[in-house]
């Protein structure tokens, strides 16, 4: 019997968590520039779209990292590494 050794559930799911961290505390610094802008006393209008740009670059990031994860799994699986491996 050869069979292939299979990874723990938890080490597919850690896979990219750091990018994807990265997407979601952007998109909160984003908010916040948003919200300062819109309701800090004497702060630029234009800190209001820098706010919608950064959340928006945020969600960019973590649909990035999704899709790359995706890609992993899919390229893991393909090639047998894991059989039993659906993304």
């Given at each position: 019997?050869n ?85």
């Amino acid at each position: 019997m050869n069979a292939a050794p299979v990874a723990p559930a938890e080490s597919f799911a850690a896979l990219f968590r750091t990018l994807k961290n990265t997407g979601f505390v952007v998109c909160l610094v984003g908010a916040l520039a948003m919200i300062a802008g819109r309701y800090m006393p004497g702060a630029p209008r234009w800190l209001t779209y820098v706010g919608v740009s950064v959340i928006v670059f945020g969600w960019g990031v973590f649909a990035y990292a999704l899709v790359q994860r995706a890609a992993y799994l899919r390229a893991r699986a393909s090639t047998g590494e894991h059989p039993g491996l659906k993304s």
